[in-house]
């Protein structure tokens, strides 16, 4: 899905990420017409998620032992970094029920473990997109089930699209800039079409509202229905009462 390379910083993410979205926003053209970055990131179109893949540990899908407890890692750093991003890998570890040595026989940096982290994440949210089916059934509908879908990744969705490990590298930033496609196409369908809109203004604040949901279950502990609620309300109605004012 979509990065700002703001630091992650208690308080501060939402804003962060809100204005980094105002600079060099990325515009390029998809199958589905006029296509925004999720987040703020300049990546050069030769990139591709087949590259991602290509990269030593990064695949996301593996079987037997070995990939179950790969897997087990990857679900241990989503739930410990959410958490303490400077978490060490003993913690990790210790939440996947493993030995230090064996994450270091699957990840021998902590680098190549965020970096797979965060295939992982994109591979878990792409999925729940699919399971949503956001293009079956009336799109307001549709579009909260893709809402509800998202916000059960929980806030590890933040730590990493601005993780810097992650911001650094374009490869892997391209590749997690894919899988919304559909939610897109949604979008483009309800969004008001007004001439001093920009490009992809309904898929930035989409995600933006999304970021803002992580933002207050972490911060807050607002309750999942009370965040749902909230973020289909900002798209289908605002936030601000022009007759108020």
């Not at 006029?34 to 998620?49: N, R």
């Not at 890692?73 to 989503?78: G, V």
């Not at 913690?91 to 680098?111: D, K, L, P, Q």
């Amino acid at each position: 899905m979509a990065a700002t390379a703001a630091r992650r910083t208690a308080g501060m993410v939402t804003k962060a990420t809100a204005a980094g979205r105002g600079r060099n926003q990325r515009v390029h053209a998809t199958n589905v017409g006029t296509h925004v970055a999720k987040w703020d990131i300049g990546i050069p179109l030769q990139y591709t998620s087949d590259i991602v893949r290509s990269m030593t540990g990064l695949e996301s899908t593996a079987t037997g032992l070995r990939g179950r407890t790969r897997r087990a890692i990857l679900d241990a750093a989503m739930s410990v970094l959410a958490e303490n991003p400077s978490a060490p890998l003993s913690e990790i570890a210790a939440a996947a029920e493993v030995g230090r040595s064996t994450v270091h026989r699957y990840f021998a940096e902590r680098t190549e473990l965020i970096k797979a982290l965060a295939v992982h994440v994109h591979t878990l949210s792409t999925a729940a997109i699919e399971a949503a089916e956001p293009a079956c059934g009336p799109p307001i509908a549709a579009l909260r089930r893709v809402v509800e879908s998202q916000l059960d990744l929980g806030p590890i969705v933040l730590y990493v699209y601005t993780d810097p490990t992650i911001t650094a590298d374009p490869a892997l930033m391209a590749h997690l800039d894919t899988g919304d496609e559909v939610i897109v196409e949604v979008l483009a369908r309800l969004s008001t079409q007004r001439p001093t809109t920009p490009p992809g203004w309904a898929r930035r604040v989409f995600w933006a509202l999304l970021q803002a949901g992580y933002e207050a279950a972490k911060q807050d502990g607002t309750p999942r229905v009370q965040i749902v609620d909230a973020i289909m309300a900002s798209l289908t109605e605002g936030t601000i009462n022009a007759d108020q004012a």
